[in-house]
């Protein structure tokens, strides 16, 4: 039995019905790690002792009929920007690598009662900030199809271990695209839930009316459980919405005919020919489902990339304003007063990419351009949001390529960061909206490159994204034959 390629929800049955004990599980995504993530760089940490440790525990309780919790033997991976009480959390900067916190996240919380497993932690952009993970202090990552390629960003180890098989699942973030880009780069299924659905604390925040952490998964039914598990209101972030349903599985398999799904023309134009034509062949796939697909336009898309990198850097230089050499994280040495200190701690303990965000952020908001520039992309949010609501109160859902191409080569953009703004701007527009968006793998290009199709849907209508997904999952049934691609031959 090849156990790092089963579904999350066959791992759990077969531990359920003790086919495989929750041990030998681990043992098994263990060995796939140590052997080939040398060459992928997915993981910044590896939990091996304490894994193995709470894996036999497991074992006592799989024996005793003991066995709670939906994810029970699960083993999983999470991203290095979501706290781990006692589990070093460095959100891949030098400024946290020695962090250890003192706290769980809400999300680690809401899974820990289910008894998975942690594996470890997964590397990213330094605090998400990137398209490519090479922005990561430690080491960038590759992408499993191709280790030549880019993993996407900022969620690069995490997409990078599911499509791997180093673990059924993880936890990404998403605050332009962070999650989809990566899930779409490496032919995986990635969630941004709605705004609001899904705790922020403890997580470790770049941009906070943007930032939302969602499930990174081989398939969608295991995403939308694991989305199930880490919804909900909650007290330590006021801006999770209660009273919603979080209740995916349940309509999940559902007849899609007459479902209305409009494609705008801006998302495929800029796309390349390989991505377009694999987005017509599904439209055709959902037409031949049942569903209306229709051309809109969306005209407020050349706004997007703009508006979203003037808000996040904002909010990014107020964030981090909080690592200043005293409270917590790194610390300069050879200072001669306060100011220095500082400086020389910041200068020091934030990458290249971080102080350009940090830069422009503090720019736009400072007098005199705070008008110019802060407000204007506030408005600009207010347009695009109106824009994108009037066509999704005439269509159940949007779709569209991902992103506009697919992985790009390691290195190839790194002295552009322009260049790899501008992949955002089919992403981005989901969270300044707030909106739900999944990217589930659509097809694979000439050189075997997965290419990614995006279901973007009304606030808190997740339900409908992962409808239409599963659906076209089901017909296409495309994440067999990745399975067998990725890592040919591992
Ligand atoms: N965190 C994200 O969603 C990444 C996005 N590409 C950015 O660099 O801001």
Redesign the pocket.
């Known amino acids: 039995m090849d156990i790092n390629h089963l579904s999350l929800e066959t791992l759990a049955e077969k531990i359920k019905s003790k086919d495989i004990k929750p041990s030998e599980v681990v043992e098994a995504y263990l060995e796939r790690i140590k052997t080939i993530d040398p060459e992928i760089g997915s993981f910044l940490l590896v939990n091996e002792e304490e894994a193995l440790r709470n894996a036999r525990e497991l074992d006592e309780r799989q024996a005793a009929d003991d066995m709670e919790g939906e994810l029970f033997g699960i083993p999983m991976g999470i991203k290095d920007n979501i706290v781990t009480k006692d589990v070093v959390t460095t959100a891949a900067s030098r400024m946290l690598e020695d962090f250890v916190p003192i706290y769980d996240a809400t999300v680690m919380e809401k899974l820990y009662k289910e008894n998975p497993v942690l594996l470890g932690k997964l590397n990213l952009?330094e605090f998400?900030?990137?398209?490519s993970n090479e922005n990561s202090y430690f080491k960038e990552v590759k992408n499993p199809w191709n280790t030549k390629k880019v993993p996407g960003?900022?969620s690069g180890g995490s997409a990078a271990a599911v499509a791997a098989g180093f673990v059924p699942f993880a936890l990404g973030?998403?605050?332009?695209?962070?999650i989809r880009?990566p899930a779409s780069y490496c032919g995986i299924v990635g969630m941004k839930p709605t705004y609001g659905r899904v705790s922020r604390y403890g997580l470790i925040a770049?941009a906070s009316s943007l930032d939302c952490i969602g499930p990174m998964t081989r398939n969608v039914r295991d995403n939308a459980k694991i989305l199930e598990i880490i919804a909900g209101s909650n007290l330590k972030d006021s801006t999770t919405m209660p009273d919603v349903s979080s209740d995916f599985l349940s309509t999940i398999d559902r007849d899609i005919k007459g479902m209305k799904i409009a494609i705008p023309k801006e998302f495929v134009d800029g796309a390349t020919d390989e991505v377009k034509s694999s987005i017509l062949k599904a439209k055709e796939v959902y037409e031949s489902l049942g569903a209306v697909v229709e051309e809109v336009s969306l005209k407020k898309t050349k706004y997007i990339v703009s508006a979203y990198f003037i808000i996040?850097s904002s909010e990014a230089s107020a964030n981090l304003a909080r690592f200043d050499g005293i409270r917590y994280g790194y610390q300069a040495e050879g200072v001669d007063n306060l100011e220095d200190l500082y400086r020389k701690t910041r200068s020091e303990g934030f990458g290249s990419e971080v102080k350009r965000r940090i830069l422009l952020g503090t720019f736009v908001l400072s007098a005199g351009h705070f008008d110019a520039h802060y407000l204007r992309a506030q408005k600009l949010r207010t347009i695009i949001t109106q824009d994108m609501n009037e066509v999704l109160s005439e269509y159940d859902l949007i779709m569209g390529p991902t992103t506009p191409s697919v992985a790009y080569d390691l290195g190839s953009k790194l002295d552009n960061p322009l260049d790899m703004?501008l992949?955002?701007v089919l992403t981005a527009s989901s969270?300044l909206t707030g909106m739900p968006a999944i990217s589930i793998p659509a097809g694979l290009n000439k050189e075997g490159m997965p290419i990614g199709l995006q279901l973007i849907g009304k606030h808190f209508d997740e339900a409908t994204i992962y409808n239409a997904a599963y659906q076209f999952e089901k017909k296409v049934n495309l994440h067999e034959a990745l399975k067998a691609l990725s890592l040919e031959g591992k």
Request: proline residues 0%; aromatic residues 10%; without cysteine.
């Open positions: 952009d998400a900030m990137g398209g960003g900022s973030s998403d605050t332009g695209g962070s880009q770049f996040s703004y992949d955002d969270n």
